[in-house]
């Protein structure tokens, strides 16, 4: 595996783990909320520079079945990511402060729910596109050929249950509404712990990768 790649799935699981926590404000506090997205921002500009040849060879080549969800997949994300970044200058305290935007507010506001919740579904499916890769680097790096048929079974059944785990925390957290806008405010119960909100949201990291692994996976060759 070429440094290039490495360096490409590095940044992939470095923008999964911080969109949680970018969306763990009341825990964190605004000021590192921000110090957070600016690193997203900076590993977004670099993660596209990485593939720009992607984008140049949007224009090439069949679309197969797998191509076509991988490529719109992309795409939304990029939006996502796009959204996220402009609507968090625009309402940046911190960080972005030296910048004079003293309007649009209220737009920045949707704008911002709207990308934060799209890209985190959209970055879990992207994850689930490239697993397959970055089990290959785990294995190789642990040492480990091919785990035994029985670990396996085990592994699928975790797997299994906490997908399910996230689909509860999806509709407990009601991402759909923050999804189509319906809900306008982030929603955080003081009550619970830390943990518990992290649990919930890795749950639905994995149940979004498992979907797009298992339908890549499925609509390979077809």
């Given at each position: 595996m070429t440094p290039k790649l490495k360096l490409k799935i590095t940044i992939d699981s470095l923008l999964t783990v911080l969109l949680p926590i970018l969306m763990a404000h009341m825990l964190?506090?605004?000021?590192?909320?921000?110090?957070?997205?600016?690193?997203?921002?900076?590993?977004?500009?670099?993660h596209n520079a990485l593939n720009i040849n992607w984008y140049l060879n949007l224009g090439r080549g069949k679309y197969t079945p797998q191509r076509i969800m991988q490529t719109i997949i992309n795409l939304m994300l990029s939006a996502a990511m796009l959204g996220l970044m402009i609507s968090g200058i625009m309402m940046s305290r911190h960080v972005f402060s030296f910048l004079p935007i003293n309007s649009g507010m209220s737009f920045a506001r949707n704008l911002h729910m709207l990308s934060v919740y799209w890209g985190f579904v959209l970055i879990s499916l992207h994850l689930g596109l490239h697993w397959k890769m970055i089990m290959g680097i785990a294995h190789k790096s642990l040492g480990v050929q091919s785990a035994p048929h029985r670990t396996k079974a085990v592994l699928r059944w975790m797997a299994i249950l906490i997908a399910a785990f996230g689909v509860y925390a999806f509709v407990k957290n009601d991402i759909?509404?923050?999804?189509?806008?319906?809900?306008?405010?982030?929603?955080?119960?003081?009550?619970?712990?830390?943990?518990?909100?992290?649990?919930?949201?890795?749950a639905m990291v994995e149940l979004f990768a498992g979907v797009s692994y298992y339908l890549d996976n499925h609509t390979r060759g077809a």
């Open positions: 964190t506090g605004e000021k590192v909320h921000e110090w957070v997205g600016a690193l997203m921002l900076v590993l977004f500009i670099t759909a509404s923050y999804m189509l806008l319906k809900i306008e405010y982030a929603f955080f119960d003081p009550e619970q712990s830390a943990m518990l909100f992290f649990a919930e949201y890795l």
